[in-house]
């Protein structure tokens, strides 16, 4: 079992900055493949951002050249680093989890979810 708990979020101005954190428990941190999705009221949970084991990451289209993910294996950590930040980046942001050594873009593809953390963004 693993189990995530996201921070970081908030309110923020559009062209802002914000980094979520996502610590996971459990000893195989380091082989999970770890994402990070979003979900807007009213809408699905989308994919945001992706990182393997071996750090190799995917984005969004949305999201590129924006958002940097990144991991820290030594203190169980995924962090979503959020810069340029527009109102429709404003939503539920989850953390999810998956065992192994890729990573997916589908919802269904991962096992574990955090609570969840809002990212609100002012125009």
């Known amino acids: 079992q693993v189990q995530l708990v996201e921070s970081g979020g908030g309110l923020v101005q559009a062209g802002g900055s914000l980094r979520l954190s996502c610590e996971a428990s459990?000893?195989?941190?380091?082989?999970?493949?770890m994402s990070w999705f979003r979900q807007a009221p009213g809408m699905e949970r989308e994919f945001v951002a992706s990182?393997?084991?071996?750090?190799?990451?995917r984005y969004a289209d949305s999201v590129k050249g924006r958002f940097t993910i990144s991991r820290d294996n030594a203190k169980n950590t995924v962090y979503l680093q959020m810069n340029s930040l527009k109102p429709e980046d404003s939503a539920e942001y989850y953390c999810?989890?998956?065992?192994?050594?890729?990573?997916?873009?589908?919802?269904?593809?991962?096992?574990?979810w955090g609570q969840g953390t809002q990212v609100t963004v002012s125009s």
């Open positions: 990182i393997s084991w071996f750090r190799s990451t």
């Open positions: 459990g000893r195989s941190f380091s082989s999970y493949a």
């Open positions: 999810a989890a998956r065992p192994g050594i890729t990573t997916g873009t589908r919802v269904d593809d991962y096992d574990y």
